[in-house]
């Protein structure tokens, strides 16, 4: 299994209230029922008010590099992807489990 996690902050002058934010988050929200390859998925808003602290966060498993691959080439992912770029920066770490 290979766990993907992926960290997004927020670019300077955009909140979480912010309707691109939003759409961002719901363009994410529900991914596991579109792509199969998802066998685990949770995202949400941080809660935590420490200024290190990133604003959004993907949790997800698939089940090998290939179904990675096939997961980041999703148009649904894809599709997430353009609107968080539009306003967010983010880190990934990928690992085997």
Known sequence: MIRHLVLFKLN???A????????A???FDGLEKEIPELGF???GWNVSERPIAYDF???SAVEDTDALQ????HPAHQAGVALW???ATWVIA???F
């Open 12 to 14: 300077d002058g955009i």
């Open 16 to 23: 979480k209230d912010d309707p691109r934010a939003l759409a």
């Open 25 to 27: 988050a719901e363009a």
């Open 41 to 43: 998925w949770e995202c």
């Open 57 to 59: 966060a993907i949790n």
């Open 70 to 73: 096939r997961y980041l080439g």
């Open 85 to 87: 770029r539009e306003i």
């Open 94 to 96: 990928d690992y085997a």
